[in-house]
């Protein structure tokens, strides 16, 4: 059964860093495009960045751009958001996806097929 888990989540101040992970299990991550996306309360829900399969290759939203960075550790079947520079409107449940026919030219379009059940970001002094 494909399954995604998403940790590192928790309460940090403004300016604060942390690191979210995406954890697969009964797929091979590195065969999938990854999406990461969040939603705030009463707001729409936010495409973060993407990472391809094909060619690792990545992409941000502008408001997280310079800031997050998304990586993949194969290994593992891992793949990584971290966050730096955190503002408080970056408090979200953030949700790790997967797909592998969507790529990361559409995800924010069309979504993907796979999701985690997502991990609270709070930023708050």
């Known amino acids: 059964q494909l399954q995604l888990v998403e940790s590192g989540g928790g309460l940090v101040q403004p300016g604060g860093s942390l690191r979210l992970s995406c954890a697969a299990s009964g797929f091979t991550l590195n065969r999938y495009n990854i999406g990461w996306f969040r939603q705030a309360p009463g707001k729409e829900r936010e495409g973060v960045s993407c990472?391809?399969?094909?060619?690792?290759?990545?992409s941000y939203a502008d408001s997280v751009k310079g800031r997050f960075t998304i990586s993949r550790d194969n290994a593992k079947n891992t793949v990584y958001l971290q966050m730096n520079s955190l503002r408080p409107e970056d408090t979200a449940v953030y949700y790790c996806t997967a797909d592998d026919v969507v790529e990361c030219s559409r995800y924010v379009l069309v979504g993907m097929d796979y999701w985690g059940k997502g991990t609270l970001v709070t930023v708050s002094s």
């Open positions: 990472i391809s399969s094909s060619d690792g290759s990545t």
